[in-house]
C-alpha cells in the first residue's frame, strides 16, 4: 500500500515536470486540434474508435501532427488491452512475447489485444513479417505510427490488411489555439503577435509549437508576474522554421523542383532549391537532377547547359556546403531560363526501341573497319567518301543499316541553338509538320 502511495506521488511530480507537449496530451476525441477530416462527428476514424471496432491501421502524417496522442486516446476507450511499442527500442523478440502474451490473454480472458507500434518504418522488412501472421488471424489490432510514406516503408501484405489514415501538418489557426491553450496551462498571457510568430514559425508541429510556448513563458517569468509573452520572448524562443520531409516528400519536392525547370519558372525553381538546402537533401542528390535535366529537357537547345549543370556538380564536391549553394543555384537558374527540348531524349529512347523491335542489322560494308589486313578483300570501306574532301564539308551516303533506312530519331526544335541548326543541318529531316519552318534568329516564323 505504502508503495502505491509512493508511486502515486512520484507519478504525480513527474507529470508536473514534464514538457508541455506532454502534459497538453488530449484527453477526449474533442481535445483533438486539427485532423477534422477523421475526428469530426461521423467521420470514419472516429466513428471506429468511439464503436470500439478498429480493425489494424496505419497513421501516417508529419511529426507533431497527434499520431501518438490519437493511439492512447483509442486506448482509453477500448475493451481490449493495449500494449505500447516503440521500433525505435523493440526487438522482434519483444514484438514475439507480446504476440504471445495477445494469444494467452486471448484463451485466458477473451480479451483481445491492440498493439501499438510508434515509427513503424524503423523496422525493416523482415522485422515487419513477424507481424503479419497474428494480425491475419486476428490476434492482435495493429496500430502503426510512421512519418514515412507507408507504401515505401511498409510490407505489402501489412498494409493490404491495414486501413491507412493520412494525417496532415496543423494550420496556423490550430497551432495558435494549441498555444493559447499552452499559455492558459501555464499561467501565462501573450501578445497576439506573438502568438502569431509562434504559430507560424512551427511549421504545422503542434509538439514543437508547444515546445516554442514554453520556452517563451520561461524567457517571460524572468521579467516577474504577471508572465506576459512578448514578440521578443516568441522570437528568442522559435529556432528556423522546421523544414522536413520524408521519403514521400523528397520525391515530391525535387519532382517540384525539375518541373519548375521545364516550365522555365526560375523563381519557383529557386524556391523549391532552396527548401531542399532547408531540409538537409544531400548536394550530390541535387546536383545529379541538374546533369540529368540538362540534356533531358534542354539538350542541344542550350548545349551550355550541360556545362554548366557538370561544373555546378564539380563545386559540390570541391567547395561543398554552405558556399556551393550558390553553384547550385547558379546552374538552377541557367536551366530554368534557357529554351527547352527534348529531342535528344527521345532520339536516344526511340533508337532504342528500333533496336528492340528489328533488331541491330548489318553495319553497311562502306562503313565497315578497313585498317587491318585484308579487310580490303572483303569489301569493308569500299565506296566510303570522306565527307571532308567534298567543299561542303558534308555528303550524302548511306549511314543506316538496311532495316534503319528511311527513320528518323533526331528531328531538332525549332528552340534555341536547336532552331538556328535547322537552318543549315544537312541531315536535318523535317517530319512533324511535312515542310520546314522558317526560323530566324531561333524563332519559328509562321
Not at 182 to 199: N, P, R
Request: proline share 5%; glycine share 8%; charged share 25%.
Amino acid at each position: 500500500m505504502g508503495e502505491d502511495l509512493f508511486s502515486a506521488a512520484a507519478a504525480e511530480r513527474l507529470a508536473s515536470r514534464s514538457p508541455l507537449a506532454a502534459r497538453l496530451r488530449p484527453r477526449s476525441l474533442d481535445d483533438v486540434v486539427g485532423q477534422r477530416h477523421l475526428l469530426s462527428p461521423g467521420k470514419p476514424l472516429r466513428t471506429l474508435i468511439e464503436g470500439d471496432r478498429l480493425s489494424s491501421v496505419i497513421l501516417w502524417g508529419p511529426p507533431g501532427t497527434g499520431k501518438t496522442s490519437l493511439a492512447r486516446l483509442i486506448a482509453t476507450t477500448t475493451e481490449k488491452s493495449f500494449i505500447e511499442l516503440s521500433a525505435v527500442t523493440a526487438s522482434v523478440k519483444d514484438v514475439r512475447e507480446e504476440i504471445a502474451s495477445a494469444r494467452h490473454r486471448l484463451g485466458a480472458r477473451g480479451t483481445g489485444t491492440i498493439l501499438f507500434l510508434d515509427e513503424v518504418h524503423r523496422f525493416n522488412k523482415a522485422q515487419q513479417d513477424t507481424l503479419l501472421p497474428a494480425v491475419e488471424e486476428g490476434l492482435i489490432v495493429l496500430i502503426g505510427a510512421t512519418t514515412e510514406n507507408p507504401h515505401f516503408e511498409v510490407n505489402p501484405p501489412l498494409m493490404s490488411r491495414s486501413t491507412l489514415f493520412r494525417l496532415y501538418a496543423l494550420d496556423d489557426a490550430d497551432i495558435a489555439a494549441l498555444v493559447h491553450r499552452g499559455l492558459e496551462v501555464e499561467g501565462a498571457s501573450a501578445d497576439a503577435d506573438a502568438v502569431a510568430h509562434i504559430a507560424h514559425r512551427s511549421g504545422g508541429d503542434g509538439r514543437h509549437a508547444l515546445t516554442s510556448a514554453e520556452v517563451a513563458v520561461a524567457l517571460a517569468t524572468v521579467r516577474g508576474r504577471p508572465i506576459h509573452v512578448t514578440i521578443d520572448d516568441a522570437e528568442g524562443a522559435v529556432d528556423a522554421k522546421a523544414v522536413r520531409y520524408g521519403r514521400d516528400g523528397h520525391y515530391d519536392v525535387i519532382s517540384a523542383f525539375i518541373k519548375s525547370i521545364r516550365g522555365s519558372d526560375a523563381d519557383a525553381a529557386v524556391y523549391w532549391l532552396a527548401r531542399m538546402l532547408e531540409a538537409g537533401e544531400d548536394p550530390r542528390f541535387i546536383a545529379r537532377r541538374l546533369v540529368i535535366h540538362a540534356s533531358e529537357d534542354i539538350g542541344l537547345a542550350d548545349p551550355h547547359a550541360l556545362l554548366v549543370a557538370t561544373a555546378a556538380a564539380h563545386a559540390v564536391e570541391f567547395v561543398g556546403l554552405p558556399e556551393a549553394q550558390l553553384n547550385l543555384a547558379h546552374a538552377t537558374i541557367h536551366l530554368a531560363t534557357s529554351p527547352k527540348s527534348n529531342r535528344v531524349t527521345r532520339a536516344i529512347s526511340d533508337a532504342r526501341a528500333a533496336i528492340r523491335e528489328a533488331g541491330t542489322g548489318e553495319v553497311p560494308p562502306h562503313l565497315r573497319d578497313a585498317h587491318y589486313g585484308g579487310a580490303e578483300s572483303l569489301g569493308h570501306g569500299a565506296g566510303y567518301r570522306y565527307p571532308h574532301d567534298e567543299p561542303a564539308g558534308w555528303v550524302d551516303q548511306r549511314y543506316l543499316p538496311d532495316e534503319m533506312v528511311g527513320r528518323v530519331f533526331y528531328n531538332p526544335s525549332p528552340h534555341g541553338r536547336e532552331g538556328r541548326m535547322r537552318q543549315w543541318w544537312p541531315g536535318h529531316h523535317e517530319v512533324e509538320t511535312g515542310a520546314a519552318d522558317t526560323v530566324v534568329d531561333g524563332n519559328v516564323v509562321d
